[in-house]
């Protein structure tokens, strides 16, 4: 038990139980919740994604770039998410076959909505933001909240993100082969899972996942994504965008890295549209976008030398078939891509039983960055706790 915890916490915690994780990510697609338990093994006890309406939704893409009246929209959005983050988990308990009862989970652990991520934009001031008030979530639901899980590792030094790479360590890791994790979600973030754990844990975000692609297709044909890449399937890839879009210096930048909207976004793309000829179709716009997706995650998974591991695809970016395809193909001949659900965890909810995880971590009093992953100082406990 942990000295300097509340006697509630401590009970909560020393029996083994129920924790929930929340996680809506820069995708925007949905608010991901699940109830999970780790003893004596993961289980996946339930699981739901529920509609971001379409009000709450474009409240935070107004945030996600500067604007007017930032602090007040900011200040309201924080305690509206903060309702709707608790509705959900509270949706999920009920709709549960499970019979869950608020009494029965541990902790909620809750990511919050990025609206700014900015790891090295300046050394001496970097911040990564996240919003959906913890204090609203734990008294709506009378759930114990753990939250604000980036900034304790930026604050040591380090990036912030990725977040996952020690959770994916302790469920996906194999003592007999390498293995790389990749989350395809709005942005692409892998993990490389050394069978040796003398070797160090390596993670961080390749660039895009899906979010050009959402973006573009949201634009040309009002959809919110590209169902399996059909449309993109459809197109060309136009090369001399291709080489435009790879040029930018985050794709050579050396880790630790991680990024977000701020970089890749659909202003970055009509930039270099412009110095293209006016006739480039939009499907081969959308099949450019894809393939850019796919290079870079390849180029940076070679780069470290991890072509011959196992890779195992989670986030929405596993539906696309297109996608899966390329990665295959990009990657040395032979090797098979897979989801995580061959590992026993569904790649729809990974990133969401990563921070039921996280907060785990943070109420037993342990560290759950990587210091390799984020370039922190060290290895730190992170999130903030908020009683019921
Ligand atoms: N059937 C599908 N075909 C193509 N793309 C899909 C399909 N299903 C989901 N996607 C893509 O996955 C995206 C959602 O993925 P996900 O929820 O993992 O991302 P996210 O919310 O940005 O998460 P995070 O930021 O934590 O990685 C959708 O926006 C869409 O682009
Ligand atoms: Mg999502």
């Avoid at 549960?96 to 902790?107: F, K, T």
Wanted: charged letters at 15%; glycine letters at 8%; hydrophobic letters at 40%.
């Amino acid at each position: 038990m942990m000295k300097n915890l509340p006697a509630s916490i401590n009970d909560a915690i020393s029996a083994p139980g129920i924790y929930i994780g929340i996680m809506s990510g820069t995708s925007l697609d949905g608010i991901d919740v699940v109830a999970v338990s780790f003893e004596p093994k993961l289980q996946l006890h339930a699981h739901c994604s529920f509609e971001l309406p379409a009000l709450i939704k474009a409240q935070i893409l107004t945030l996600c770039s500067s604007g007017e009246d930032e602090i007040e929209k900011l200040g309201h959005l924080d305690v509206g998410l903060g309702k709707l983050f608790a509705q959900c988990c509270l949706k999920l308990i009920k709709q549960s076959d499970l019979h869950l009862a608020v009494d029965n989970i541990v902790a909620i652990g809750l990511h919050g909505q990025t609206i700014r991520h900015r790891p090295d934009n300046s050394p001496k001031h970097n911040f990564s933001l996240q919003i959906g008030d913890a204090n609203t979530v734990a008294e709506e639901s009378g759930i114990l909240t753990v939250a604000d899980f980036r900034r304790r590792d930026i604050a040591a030094g380090g990036q912030g993100a990725p977040l996952v790479p020690a959770f994916h360590a302790s469920i996906f890791h194999s003592n007999s082969c390498d293995r790389v994790i990749l989350n395809i979600g709005g942005m692409a973030n892998v993990t490389l899972l050394p069978a040796d754990t003398q070797q160090p844990l390596l993670g961080f975000d390749t660039g895009p996942g899906n979010v050009l692609m959402d973006a573009w297709v949201q634009q040309h044909l009002g959809l919110a994504y590209d169902v399996n890449g059909d449309w993109a399937s459809k197109g060309q890839i136009n090369p001399v965008l291709l080489q435009k879009l790879l040029e930018l210096p985050f794709f050579s930048q050396p880790i630790p890295k991680s990024t977000g909207r701020e970089q890749f976004n659909l202003a970055w793309i009509e930039l270099a549209l412009q110095s293209l000829s006016d006739n480039t179709r939009p499907v081969d716009v959308q099949r450019t976008l894809l393939e850019l997706s796919a290079v870079t995650i390849c180029q940076e998974i070679q780069k470290h030398k991890f072509a011959n591991a196992g890779l195992y695809v989670c986030g929405g970016g596993a539906h696309n078939q297109l996608l899966m395809t390329r990665l295959q193909q990009l990657l040395p001949s032979g090797k098979s891509v897979s989801s995580t659900a061959d590992l026993n965890l569904d790649p729809d909810w990974v990133e969401a039983t990563a921070f039921a995880w996280l907060a785990r971590q943070t109420l037993l009093g342990l560290s759950s960055n990587c210091a390799t992953v984020t370039g922190a100082r060290g290895e730190r406990v992170l999130g903030a706790i908020f009683q019921a």
